[in-house]
């Protein structure tokens, strides 16, 4: 078949509610998201099964389950018709969503583009910032499962592993920022534009990770950048973790959202939060956030604090993820790969994998064995 699949990866969400206990099987038995030794398949279901029953409520309080795969239905159908425009050589461009943990999963994904005979697709990582938990177990759940339905290779894959500061994703962010300071100003709770607190918000990971040489951190800091750098730096900001769950607080990045947000709150005449590592809504803004959060808050404070709308289908954001595809494309149909390193990824994932795969199982000893050089 001519045409290329772009395919977005993610961990997904249960898009009903009733699905949340598999949804969390499936987190819980993934070892490259959190290895937990030889019992893992028998722990993940006891595990799932106290945690369900509470997580399912969350999703029932957001609307009967996870709105991201409709976000990224949406976001990859629209990049693939820009696609289509900019980048006709490699057209028609096939639209696919790859979960980890919910449906579509990779297997299925996978087998649909094998029967529909799909031999070239990007595999594009809806995790801008590089982390070995998610978007290595993305990776790694593409490899196994390509060995198990494609041993002869009929797809030859390339991979966008990160993008963490693409002009038009810190734009796009930049523009929803605005929007909910001029939000601030009409409503009369701030006179001056400056006193904002700007939160950035990014699901937290152990330390222990970042010890080991997992880039996430530095990779997230770099997004907070280029969007400070869109607003010209006009605001106070700070970066804040959120989802820390499990453990005492100190094993996990820091400062905590949660934690510090009634603070922050009482220091500024205005907040406003950015899910800044999310490319859609789902539980950890619609519920972490909007909900939690803002009841953590004394009600003197509430009006103070909102949330950045999440880029869903900001137009701005789907251009960007455009441009991000069309560069990759490009860089293969030159025979130079990423940034002229004459590779289907970029030059990072190689050390990635070096310093982090170590524990992994039935995966490739280098990337360049699943995605062969130019």
Known sequence: MTGTAIVFLNMGGPSDSKDTYEYLRKIFSDSDMMPMGPFQPQLAKILAK???????????????GSPILKWSNYQVENVCKILDKT?????????????????????????????KGVTKAVAFSQFQQFCYHTSGSSINELYRQSVKFD??????????????????????????????????????????????LIVFS???????????????????????????????????????????????????????THKYISTFAEMYDGVVIVPITFTSDHIET??????????????????????????????????????????????????????????????????????????SKGIFEKPREFFPPL
Request: hydrophobic share 35%; with cysteine; net charge neutral.
């Open 202 to 256: 990014a699901h937290a990971i152990i330390i222990n990770s970042v010890n080991k040489g997992d880039h996430y951190e530095a990779e997230v800091d770099a997004s907070v950048q280029g969007v400070m750098k869109e607003l010209k730096f006009s605001n106070p900001y700070r970066l804040c973790w959120q989802s820390q769950e499990g453990g005492p607080a100190n094993l996990w990045l820091g400062p905590s």
């Open 151 to 196: 041993p002869y290779n009929q797809v030859s894959w390339s991979l966008i592993d990160r993008w963490p500061a693409n002009i038009l994703f810190c734009k796009a962010f930049a523009n929803l920022i605005n929007n909910k300071i001029y939000e601030f100003l009409n409503e009369g709770i701030v006179r001056d534009p400056k006193n904002v």
């Open 87 to 115: 980048h006709p050589s490699t057209a028609p461009h096939l639209p696919y969503v790859m979960f980890r943990y919910a449906y579509p999963l990779t297997e299925d994904s996978l087998v649909d583009l094998l029967d």
């Open 50 to 64: 106290m945690r369900a029953p509470g997580v399912k409520k969350k999703y029932d309080m957001i609307g009967g």
């Open 286 to 359: 619609l519920y972490e956030i909007d909900i939690e959060l803002m009841d953590s808050l004394k009600p003197e404070h509430r009006h103070k604090v909102k949330r950045c709308q999440s880029l869903n289908g900001d137009s701005v954001f789907i251009e960007g993820l455009a441009e991000i595809a069309k560069e990759h494309l490009d860089g293969l149909d030159s025979g130079l790969g990423y940034k002229g390193n004459r590779k289907r990824y970029s030059n990072q994932l190689e050390t990635d994998y070096k310093l982090l795969s170590s524990k």
